[in-house]
């Protein structure tokens, strides 16, 4: 089943245990400079904004690397980056529009998010996120969540007009 | 070790000097950190007897082994410092993201000494540190300072910056951070301001690593899944913050009303948690790594008290509201939002306003030493004044030095109501005794943190006693000083004690370094870290003669309401206490009980 | 006839802050309150045979607890308040 890491930023407190749990997760130290999911934070607005890969359908990414080192999971349709391929050429980088693959100088190699699919498939922020602005879902059942909140918007909607 | 980076970065601000030094391990295992490690740095560096506003004092920014980790809230860092206001030990906590900030630069300490001849920030870019002019923003609001200071910088630094207030070395000076967090009590921003440190700018890309790493994380998961059960952490604080108390001290009839006078505040609902949530609150907020978010963000959208910020939370909103008589909210939050870009602790603000209140309305201040009338419930007074002391311009010059000042330079200082120099909180220790206990023989003066016995007399937690008796509440004392003081050092946020207890934070504290902790051990640390408090004060000159309460608390019965005729009963309660305590009869340790504690 | 408040998540659950009720002990109070309110509402107060481990009752600002508990008398001009606790401590305001 494709999954998907729905971002709520309306739930987000802007605390970063993601940003830690990602670190410690894949580096195995506390570090959120490395880590692959950002709270951007804008005090004087009071909004709090996680980015991480999107797990683009045609990933750019993917497409440009001439080593052909990401690949996408069959299972979950994230892509992950294959360490002995990667040559660090840093092409993945310049096309990613989003900021979302970056190279680490002292590996030598791009990372990115793959929904902790490098270590065992379950997503560390997820788990640290209290407030629930990170879920990891089934892909149609996250979509039919939105189809089900429009309707319900709608269903307001046309009770306000038809009483 | 794991959790510290083992590093502590001497500054010298009379030389202009920068020095990194190792964090002595033995000296960190024995005080865990922050609060502790601090208190342990400053006592063996300065004499208790200095000025406090002199080169000579030194201003101690300390982080614990859990700050900068997944540990639910590890984001805490604490000033500590001799204060000003009180001639004792202070210790003021903080969250945001600053304490994070300095550990990700790779420190576990920054020791700032002397005096800069002119003003400067601290710019610490990654291990690369800065002594750098400060004359750009010197005079500057806390939040214009952060903005032009990342512009100077980094976008992405985080800043720690005293306000107008502590440059002016007023004795309610705090350190903000985070814009809107504050380390606030005990004058330490005066500390600051008198050593020319306009702020301390951070942005670090290093690691904090843990000595277990899976285990670490494995408790963490269970902390954050337990404060997400309780009721407390997931429900009640996100959802009214801490000022969800107004209401329930109102109706205990211990809610310290217009200085003191009453235990009931007739518009405390008008000010309440409720409200705030109906009206202003725009959303909750959480420092870093904070699974509990009872930060309020929130916006007063119109009219004359128009602005936007965080807060009110309890303690702000009772010291600049229900202590003044004031229950306008937006005005209340104005003025909390003045405290913040201003750099003064809400609390003691709040508690001079109100004392220059009672003795204006009891005629001991004329009105030509204000400028104006200053009656309990003015708003526009209460806005007023706290501008006025944020630049301690006019009658603010006096007011910013706090109530006790204020009272004494008026010849009335019973009229102050506090312990040390230090205001009361907002507990009315009539109303509950353990609080007048803690609040007598808190080591930084009147204080709700050091102690916090509401626990078993409001919420019966985890045992309920009746608030208006004395038994018992030396021994409760006693033991919540102690984790207390455990818990600040370790960098996470007492608020986690809503939810988890010490035998829940221990498995963290020693995944974490190591270094074979026990949960005992933790609490004896708790109480060494209290007994050394005490010892710095004994030998700045305070004495047992100073843990007491004023005269009203003590003698005066509360006017009406549910605690009516009720008094401070400290002599019930305080020499039990010293007992406890392994003290002799005059409040000072006894050699056994320094050499248990590994003190002597 | 006595006064009960509601604070904080019970206000919000009560949709109301204040009800009036006749009842003459605390445990026909909290009865009355399942009737008034719902009986939903009811169940998250008390057992049905003692209060739920989180409610606090207040009859004048004295905790039941420390009077005569759910026997605790009530007089016409009695003001009640209930409101949640934690399940542990509360650190500080």
């Known amino acids: ?163 | 070790m794991g959790g510290w980076q083992g590093q502590i970065l001497r500054v010298n601000l009379t030389r202009g000097t920068c020095k990194k030094e190792k964090l002595d391990p033995k000296l960190a295992r024995a005080y865990i950190g922050g609060r502790g490690l601090g208190t342990r740095i400053l006592y063996d560096e300065i004499d208790p007897k200095v000025d406090p506003l002199s080169a000579n004092n030194k201003l101690i920014l300390a982080t614990g082994p859990l700050t900068g980790t997944n540990a639910s809230t590890g984001g805490r860092y604490m000033v500590i410092t001799k204060s000003p206001l009180t001639g004792a030990i202070a210790c003021s906590n903080s969250g945001g993201y600053i304490g994070p900030e300095i550990k990700f630069c790779g420190y576990d300490f920054l020791v700032f000494e002397g005096r800069a001849k002119t003003p400067v920030y601290l710019w610490l870019n990654n291990d690369k540190v800065e002594i750098r002019p400060a004359d750009k923003v010197w005079g500057k609001t806390t939040h214009e300072t952060e903005d032009r200071l990342k512009a100077e910088t980094h976008q992405e630094a985080h800043v720690c910056a005293i306000g107008p207030a502590g440059e002016a070395l007023a004795l309610t000076a705090c350190v903000m951070n985070d814009k809107h967090r504050a380390a606030g009590r005990s004058g330490v921003g005066a500390v600051m301001g008198s050593k020319n440190l306009k702020a301390v700018v951070a942005r670090g890309t290093q690691p904090v690593k843990v000595a277990r790493p899976k285990e670490f994380m494995a408790a963490c998961l269970a902390v954050v899944n337990k404060l997400k059960e309780s009721p407390v952490t997931s429900g009640g604080l996100p959802k009214y913050g801490t000022p969800i108390l107004v209401n329930v001290i109102n109706a205990h009839g211990f809610l310290p009303t217009r200085n003191f006078q009453q235990g009931q505040f007739e518009g405390a609902d008008k000010v309440s948690g409720e409200t705030i949530a109906d009206t202003i609150l725009i959303k909750n907020k959480g420092c870093f790594a904070c699974t509990i978010a009872c930060a309020r963000v929130s916006e007063v959208k119109e009219g004359k008290y128009k602005g936007a910020g965080e807060g009110p939370e309890y303690e702000s909103d009772w010291a600049l509201g229900i202590a003044t008589g004031v229950s306008d909210l937006p005005a209340v939050t104005k003025a909390n939002y003045l405290c913040n870009e201003l750099g003064m602790d809400t609390i003691e603000a709040g508690v001079a306003v109100a004392t220059a209140m009672e003795l204006f309305e009891k005629g001991h201040i004329p009105q030509a030493d204000i400028g104006r009338p200053l009656r309990f419930g003015d708003a526009d007074a209460l806005v007023w004044l706290i501008e006025e002391m944020g630049y301690r311009r006019g009658f603010g010059e006096l007011v910013a030095q706090g109530g006790y000042r204020v009272a004494e330079k008026y010849g009335h200082p019973e009229l102050f109501m506090g312990v040390k120099k230090q205001a009361f909180p907002a507990y009315d220790g009539r109303g509950a005794q353990g609080m007048a206990l803690g609040y007598a023989t808190s080591n930084r003066g009147a204080c709700h943190l050091r102690g916090y016995t509401i626990s078993v007399e409001v919420f019966g937690i985890p045992k309920k006693m009746d608030p208006f008796a004395t038994q018992g509440k030396a021994e409760v004392s006693k033991l919540f000083q102690d984790v207390t003081a455990f818990v600040d050092s370790t960098g996470m946020c007492l608020f986690t004690t809503f939810g988890i207890g010490a035998e829940d934070i221990y498995p963290m504290l020693e995944h974490a370094t190591g270094a074979g902790y026990t949960l005992e051990e933790c609490l004896k640390v708790g109480e060494r870290i209290w007994n050394l408090e005490r010892l710095f004060n004994l030998k700045a000159g305070l004495s047992g003669k100073d843990d007491t309460l004023p005269p009203r608390i003590l003698h005066e019965g509360i006017p009406a309401g549910p605690a009516k005729g009720m008094v401070g009963k400290l002599a019930e309660m305080l020499p039990e206490y010293y007992k406890l305590r392994g003290w002799d009869g005059s409040g000072v340790p006894t050699k056994a009980k320094l050499k248990e504690l590994a003190l002597a | 006839m006595p006064v009960v408040t509601f604070l904080g998540e019970l206000r919000q659950a009560a949709g109301r802050a204040e009800v009036t009720l006749e009842a003459d002990t605390a445990a026909r109070l909290l009865a009355a309150v399942a009737a008034a309110i719902g009986p939903g509402f009811a169940d998250r107060l008390w057992t049905g045979e003692g209060l739920q481990p989180d409610v606090e009752v207040l009859v004048n600002g004295r905790n039941i607890e420390f009077l005569d508990r759910l026997d605790t008398r009530l007089r016409p001009a009695d003001r009640v308040t209930i409101f949640f606790s934690g399940l542990r401590g509360f650190p500080g305001g």
């Open chain 1, 1 to 163: 089943m494709a999954k998907v890491l729905v971002i709520h930023p309306e739930r987000c407190t802007a605390c970063r245990a993601c940003e830690l749990a990602c670190s410690m997760k894949h580096y195995g130290e506390f570090n959120p400079s490395r880590s692959r999911i950002q709270v951007n934070i804008f005090l004087e607005e009071a909004i709090y904004i996680p980015t991480t890969c999107t797990q683009c359908d045609q990933a750019w990414c993917a497409k440009i690397c001439p080593t052909n080192a990401i690949v996408r999971d069959e299972a979950t349709m994230a892509y992950k980056v294959l360490d002995d391929k990667c040559v660090g050429c840093k092409m993945c980088v310049l096309a990613c529009p989003f900021g979302s693959i970056v190279l680490f100088p002292e590996k030598g190699k791009a990372e990115k998010c793959d929904h902790c699919l490098s270590v065992d498939g379950d997503p560390e922020c997820v788990k640290f996120c209290t407030p629930k602005a990170l879920e990891y879902l089934d892909e149609d059942s996250e979509v039919r969540m939105r189809q089900m909140a429009t309707a319900l918007k709608l269903k307001e909607t046309f009770k306000e007009v038809t009483v």
